[in-house]
């Protein structure tokens, strides 16, 4: 059996130390706030080379805040890209913005510029740049456009720990990053989570009172914001497990590798494409091909579990027939029947990736 995702062997790999971090937390009651959180907010800020991290909720609740930390005019354009996970654009939405699809590419799917630049207009605040799948965005041309038009980045890090675009970690490269640190992430908690990062301290104050009820002091309610917090287990729990990032991020590549050098020479496979500049953590890893359920249903049969990422492009969904982009001539829309992701994680032996790739090429007969 090759698993898509095996949270249980990763936790045998750090038992000792996880279940010491959650006793500590438990026998010192340091549940909300206290020292366990402001740790991890330290260590990942430095992981991230940034000067600010906020720990939240998770990275739906990071997205929203970060949006309306930077006050853009009500009812403004956020650009998103057409192929992420509905969060992305969410935020926009809930923050009281209107979400503006531009299209991904179709080597390494991330925004494509290009057709960003064609998307904006007067309205235009800001840009979405997800780094989808763990592959950064070309950020040099995309902060060049939003420097002309004077637009804002928030950059969606959910996908993306310890990804670097040109040697500089994701986080520290638009105004604002968001992070998410649900179970399945790169890095992930026991439960939600996730976190803002920034180098403006501005924004990050901002971004710390609207998650604490618009408060610094305890009962010095400045505005009127939410509650998204970290909490103290899952802050101690991601601690023991950022240490490991890089470790296991080693293994996504390494087995991302056996894939990309294994693969070649299956012609109805399009495989992802690293750009010379990224370093891509793979989060996901995922190919094209034409009948993607029937390889999907025939890798299920022989022990290989596999997933979609996203079986519908963001402009199709229902939530967003408003929009009217359902039928835009976008990659995105043309080729979310072909996506098929690949197992990858660092319980992945090169066994496992091998018997995906002997598999994939007995179905194709090659
Ligand atoms: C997972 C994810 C989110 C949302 O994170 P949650 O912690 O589940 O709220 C946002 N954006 C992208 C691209 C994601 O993959």
């Known amino acids: 059996m090759v698993k898509f995702l095996d949270l249980q062997s990763q936790y045998q790999l750090i038992k000792t130390e996880i279940d010491e971090a959650i006793a500590t937390v438990i026998s010192e009651s340091a549940y909300i706030g206290g020292k366990y959180v402001k740790k991890f907010e330290e260590e990942f800020s430095q992981y991230c080379n940034t000067a600010y991290c906020i720990g939240v909720a998770n990275?739906?609740?990071?997205?929203?805040?970060?949006?309306?930390?930077?006050?853009?005019?009500?009812?403004?354009?956020?650009?998103?890209?057409?192929?992420?996970?509905?969060?992305?654009?969410?935020?926009?939405?809930?923050?009281?913005?209107?979400?503006?699809?531009?299209?991904?590419?179709?080597?390494?799917?991330?925004?494509?510029?290009?057709?960003?630049?064609?998307?904006?207009?007067?309205?235009?605040?800001?840009?979405?740049?997800?780094?989808?799948?763990?592959?950064?965005?070309?950020?040099?041309?995309?902060?060049?456009?939003?420097?002309?038009?004077?637009?804002?980045?928030?950059?969606?890090?959910?996908?993306?720990?310890?990804?670097?675009?040109?040697?500089?970690?994701?986080?520290?490269?638009?105004?604002?990053?968001?992070?998410?640190?649900?179970?399945?992430?790169?890095?992930?908690?026991?439960?939600?989570?996730?976190?803002?990062?920034?180098?403006?301290?501005?924004?990050?104050?901002?971004?710390?009172?609207?998650?604490?009820?618009?408060?610094?002091?305890?009962?010095?309610?400045?505005?009127?914001?939410?509650?998204?917090?970290?909490?103290?287990?899952?802050?101690?729990?991601?601690?023991?497990?950022?240490?490991?990032?890089?470790?296991?991020t080693g293994k996504r590549i390494a087995a991302a590798n056996d894939y990309l050098e294994n693969m070649k020479e299956i012609g109805e496979i399009i495989l992802p494409v690293r750009q010379e500049w990224a370093k891509q953590v793979y989060h996901l890893f995922v190919v094209r091909c034409v009948n993607r359920n029937e390889l999907a249903e025939y890798l299920k049969e022989h022990g290989v579990?596999?997933?979609?990422?996203?079986?519908?492009?963001?402009?199709?969904?229902?939530?967003?027939?408003?929009?009217?982009?359902?039928?835009d001539r976008l990659f995105a829309n043309e080729s979310d029947g072909m996506l098929l992701s690949l197992p990858i994680g660092e319980h992945l032996s090169q066994e496992d990736t091998l018997k995906v790739v002997k598999l994939i090429k007995k179905y194709f007969d090659v």
């Not at 996970?85 to 503006?100: K, L, N, P, Q, Y």
Request: glycine fraction near 8%; charged fraction near 25%; aromatic fraction near 8%.
């Open 59 to 248: 990275g739906t609740d990071a997205l929203e805040i970060a949006i309306e930390a930077l006050d853009l005019p009500k009812g403004s354009e956020i650009i998103v890209p057409a192929n992420s996970f509905i969060a992305s654009s969410e935020a926009v939405t809930r923050t009281g913005h209107r979400v503006i699809f531009a299209d991904v590419t179709p080597d390494s799917y991330i925004l494509d510029v290009s057709d960003v630049a064609k998307r904006i207009t007067k309205k235009t605040s800001a840009i979405v740049a997800v780094h989808l799948y763990g592959h950064p965005c070309d950020m040099d041309p995309l902060k060049e456009l939003a420097s002309i038009h004077g637009l804002k980045i928030i950059e969606d890090c959910a996908q993306a720990h310890g990804a670097e675009y040109k040697g500089k970690r994701v986080g520290s490269l638009g105004d604002i990053a968001t992070f998410s640190f649900y179970p399945g992430k790169n890095l992930g908690a026991y439960g939600d989570a996730g976190a803002i990062t920034t180098n403006n301290a501005e924004l990050a104050e901002k971004s710390r009172m609207i998650a604490n009820h618009g408060r610094i002091a305890k009962y010095d309610h400045e505005f009127e914001g939410r509650n998204s917090r970290l909490d103290g287990l899952q802050a101690a729990i991601l601690s023991v497990k950022l240490k490991h990032l890089d470790a296991w």
């Open 305 to 327: 579990q596999t997933g979609v990422h996203y079986p519908v492009a963001l402009p199709k969904l229902k939530a967003y027939s408003y929009l009217g982009q359902s039928e």
